[in-house]
């Protein structure tokens, strides 16, 4: 996984604020309970979110920050601290709604590895 | 011979068990009847089985084995269910090596490639246990961390080939902290732990399949070295559920099997038995019934063939395309033996009159296919919760990258395209870039619509075909606005509504695949599929699940349909869109014709 933003570092407990934001409202809408009352430091699973929800929450957050995720980042990551921390700090990723970000997000660069990506899989499948 | 190479082997394989309606051949019905009357493991055929060498294509050519793609083997696996369903999954069991094949180390592949060539060895699955069902997550067995190896503790239970059976894939728990990555994989070979250590349990007896060697395995304090661990601690779970895609699709040949002899066996019934001075085929309702069957055959067919060969062109897409077919085919196909069921009358329900009593057989032992492995219920729950990001992915590609979709879906569905070669790790757990089978409909309408300058077609055939798949673009496009503005939630607790819209996005799916399935393969299979009219016939009865009869356009003739069915049957060909050469006949049956002069008599 490339790095995407990597002077950025200024913005990323930013960043990571954002993510967890989401994160905890997703989860909250997505499992019907009150947003006060998920930690960000408790595994998902105590919330009632399986693993395979956990596999398909996945490709919601990767609509939302449009970047491609690996779909058991919530596995390997459990909780929404250090999945928010690693998709910030290794991923590189940033959201286009971190506030202080505003003027970053029309030269967002997610776009184009993204196409790539898709382009690039059918590549490796008709094995060219 | 076949022009299709996929087909040889099959084919091959036909030839060399012979005719199963004559009592001396391999797997023939009178001996799977006994053995089934008897409740007999069938050691003799899975014996002949090996000696014919089968076991090589159960091993992918790089682990120097015969298999190349899985429209090759779905065919030989309906070869072997048509016959006998005991027999043809107690071999097939072998198929769960694909979870080494797929995650194996070299050394992994070396020992279970050589083991099942050079010692006749078969595998179990090892994931059930008895309080938890598909619950995979509560295991209760354990592998608990040692110097060089786990101690494993507890039960598998109800475990198919647990006792017959010298590797067991066993999934436990290593982490006691629980979530999705406390599970691991075990390739336990019985041979290397200590006998002490380990027990099978006593049969159990079922309903159907009732030679199976059914039973269970309890390990208590068992050493297993750390080389029979397959890939990572911690990636059970992943492994389990990639290699459920595979193995999911793959149980359609299975009902596709029964499906065959199931219909084969009532129309040969239907075709000789006379009744107020004509056939029973000769009357109109069961003669609907039965070209009914033999349609619902045909969408499976298509359906599955796609997803076949999907492994190869669009791995990433499996996990939704091999719930599909899960979910379709297996229920629809236990609801064709059911049907054709009274057609057969009284026969269905004796267990001597007719063939043997291989109806009722058949009727047994296929009611498991849509259960094990995966429930129904499961197969929709996975692919439910994929529904919405199914949406989201179709109208963001909509129009995009038509070219690629188009050289995608005739890879896929063009049956002489050679395939690229399976790579098991680019399956993913959950659908990426969408669902190309139903992104491609405006694609097909565009074909669909540049056939209509094609003298050779019938106007009234091909206008019905359009129209019918404009229908099923509308009810996808209500489809989508329902998941759009549903409250979809995660979890179990799914509305019974939603498990709806899961069944008919199946439906949806297995349309289209007959679409392209013509559209691709029109110049290469035959008259009768490239004259269409199966084709509208099977859409029209696919959008029944959404519409009344009086909302769709007026049923074509399916005099064709009847007819090409009678030739197959007349020709030993398999009901099939490839139908390929089956056993033929070494002489007379005369079986049932006694029989039919009694019935006359009285
Ligand atoms: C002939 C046979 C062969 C088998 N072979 C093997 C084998 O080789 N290896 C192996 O590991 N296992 C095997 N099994 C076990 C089989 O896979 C399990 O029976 C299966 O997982 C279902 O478990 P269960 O019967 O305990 O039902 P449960 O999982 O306990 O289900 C109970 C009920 O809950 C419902 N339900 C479950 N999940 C959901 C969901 N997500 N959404 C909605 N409803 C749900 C079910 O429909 C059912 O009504 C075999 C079983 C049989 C009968």
Known sequence: MQLKDSNSKPSSSNAVDTIQGWLVNQIAKQLGINAQTIKITEPLTRYGLDSIDSVTIVGELEDWLDAELPPTLLWDYPTIEKASQYLVNEVGVTPAETATQATEVTTKPQEAPKEKAWGGLWNKISGS | ?602
């Open chain 2, 1 to 602: 011979m076949q022009p299709l190479k996929q087909y040889w082997i099959a084919e091959a394989l036909e030839k060399d068990l012979g005719d199963p309606t004559n009592p001396d051949s391999v797997m023939s019905f009178k001996q799977v009847i006994d053995l089934d009357e008897k409740e007999e493991f069938p050691h003799e055929i899975i014996n002949w089985l090996y000696n014919w060498k089968l076991q090589h294509y159960y091993i992918p050519a790089e682990c120097g084995g015969e298999f190349t793609s899985f429209d090759e083997f779905i065919a030989f696996v309906r070869v072997l269910s048509r016959r006998d369903q005991t027999s043809a999954i107690a071999f097939t069991t072998m198929f769960w090596s694909y979870l080494t094949w797929m995650a194996g180390t070299d050394e992994q592949k070396r020992t279970l490639a050589s083991f099942m060539k050079d010692a006749n060895g078969a595998m179990c699955l090892a994931y059930s246990e008895k309080a938890h069902g598909s619950d995979l997550l509560a295991s209760d067995v354990r592998a608990k961390k040692v110097p060089g190896g786990y101690i494993l503790n507890g039960e598998k239970w109800p475990i198919n080939r647990a006792t017959i059976s010298g590797v067991t894939f066993v999934l436990a728990k290593t982490d006691e902290a629980g979530g999705a990555r406390s599970l691991s994989l075990f390739m336990v070979e019985k041979s290397k732990i200590d006998p002490a250590n380990y027990t099978h349990l006593p049969k159990i007896y079922t309903h159907g399949i009732r030679g199976s060697d059914m039973s269970g395995i309890r390990f208590e304090n068992c050493f297993i070295p750390e080389s029979m661990r397959l890939g990572a601690e911690g990636v059970g779970l992943e492994l389990a559920l990639k290699g459920f895609q595979i193995t999911r699709a793959l149980c359609a040949a299975f009902s596709q099997g029964a499906a065959d002899t199931a219909l084969r066996t009532t129309l040969k019934f239907a075709l000789g038995r006379q009744l107020y001075g004509k056939t029973v085929f000769d009357m109109p309702q069961p003669k609907r019934t039965l070209t009914d069957a033999f349609l619902d055959i045909l969408i499976c067919d298509c359906a599955t063939i796609g997803v076949a060969r999907g492994f190869n062109t669009m791995p990433e897409q499996i996990s939704v395309w091999s719930a599909v077919v899960k979910y379709f085919v297996t229920t629809t196909l236990e609801t064709v033996v059911q049907n054709v069921s009274v057609v057969l009358g009284s026969r269905f329900y004796m267990r001597e009159e007719h063939d043997w009593g291989i109806f009722q057989k058949v009727l047994r032992d296929n009611a498991i296919i849509s259960m094990f492995d995966g429930s129904t219920v499961v197969n929709l729950h996975a692919l439910l919760l994929q529904l919405r990001q199914l949406t989201k992915s179709r109208v963001k590609n909509a129009g995009r990258n038509q070219d690629t979709l188009q050289a995608r879906l005739q890879a896929t569905f063009d049956l002489t395209q050679p395939l690229p070669a399976f790579d098991g790790k680019k399956l993913e757990l959950v659908n990426r870039g969408g669902d190309d089978v139903l992104q491609g409909l405006e694609l097909a309408l565009t074909s669909l619509s540049d056939l209509q300058t094609d003298s050779h077609l019938n106007s009234e055939v091909l206008q019905q075909i359009i129209q019918l798949l404009q229908m099923v673009q509308e009810e996808l496009k209500t489809l989508d606005h329902q998941i759009t503005e549903s409250t979809f939630q995660f979890g179990h607790e799914q509305a019974p509504e939603v498990f709806d819209i899961a069944k008919q996005y199946c439906v949806l799916h297995a349309a289209s695949s007959c679409v392209y399935m013509w559209l691709y393969n029109r110049h290469h299979l035959g008259d009768f599929f490239a004259s269409g009219e199966w084709l509208a016939l099977s859409l029209r009865k696919l959008l029944l699940t959404f519409r009344p009869a009086k909302a769709l356009p007026t049923r074509l003739s399916d005099e064709a349909v009847s007819q090409e069915l009678v030739r197959l049957y007349n020709h030993n060909r398999m009901f099939s869109i490839v139908p390929f050469q089956l056993a033929q006949p070494q002489q007379e049956e005369i079986t049932t014709d006694a029989t039919q002069r009694l019935q006359l008599q009285a």
